[in-house]
């Protein structure tokens, strides 16, 4: 079926360094796009999303950035903390249906 | 708001037995539910979707009789996994959403099932 895919599948960074998480989707119908946060045995969290008539959001040291003409998404964290390190996951969404993940990216925050 | 109860966190049983596992919305109504499957170190695959009163909707590869859902009430879904084998040990994961809740979907903490 449909999926979403991602470039690295692990990603190691210096503490205080900036990290940035990429994704490739396949469904250009996907309207909505959400990065996810999933820590060892617990479920995925909410970290930051978009919807497909923006190409960029902000939040607290979070940005998304959205290019529907290449279906990429990335995420990017400032100033990268050891509580960052997790597994990521973008998540695409088409008409507030089902949410598809992407493959994901273990991030390592070297102290 | 969004806050989700997944039940129970950990679950180990013997093969051939069945396995019930609970998600409920706290604070908002669920007209759907979503359950996912997370082998190690893989993604979240979704299994079946269920609406409100509704029988499910299973992704393909699903086995409609081994995996169980009921939705029979806005705040409780349940997922059984019957004749549990050692395959079916993963990772389980509901997502609730309701009808306010369009954005930042909220996901359970999960059942980790062993089948021994």
């Known amino acids: 079926g449909e999926s979403v895919g991602l470039h690295l599948p692990t990603l190691s960074v210096q503490e205080g360094d900036n990290s940035i998480i990429n994704c490739a989707y396949s469904?250009?119908?996907?309207?909505?796009f959400i990065w996810y946060k999933q820590e060892s045995g617990k479920g995925p969290q909410f970290i930051i999303d978009?919807?497909?008539?923006?190409d960029k959001r902000q939040g607290q040291r979070v940005t998304v950035l959205l290019n529907k003409t290449v279906k990429h998404l990335s995420l990017q964290i400032a100033a990268t903390q050891p509580g960052d390190s997790a597994v990521y996951f973008c998540?695409?969404?088409?008409?507030?249906?089902?949410?598809?993940f992407g493959a994901g990216t273990r991030l390592f925050v070297k102290a | 708001g969004a806050v989700v109860s997944q039940h129970p966190s950990r679950v180990i049983c013997k093969s051939g037995t069945s396995v019930k596992i609970e998600c409920r919305s706290l604070?908002?109504?669920?007209?759907?539910m979503f359950w996912y499957r997370q082998f190690p170190k893989q993604s979240l695959m979704l299994m079946a979707t269920?609406?409100?009163?509704?029988?499910?909707?299973?992704e393909q590869g699903v086995e409609k009789d081994k995996f169980l859902i009921n939705h029979a009430s806005l705040t409780l879904s349940t997922l059984t996994v019957t004749s549990a084998h050692p395959e079916d040990s993963s990772f389980y994961i509901c997502?609730?959403?309701?009808?306010?809740?369009?954005?930042?979907?909220?996901f359970g903490s999960g059942t980790r099932l062993t089948v021994v």
């Open positions: 997502s609730p959403r309701g009808q306010e809740a369009n954005y930042g979907y909220t």
């Open positions: 269920s609406n409100e009163g509704s029988k499910a909707t299973y």
């Open positions: 978009i919807r497909s008539n923006m």
């Open positions: 469904n250009s119908a996907s309207d909505y």
């Open positions: 604070d908002f109504q669920a007209t759907t």
């Open positions: 998540a695409e969404n088409t008409g507030g249906f089902k949410t598809i």
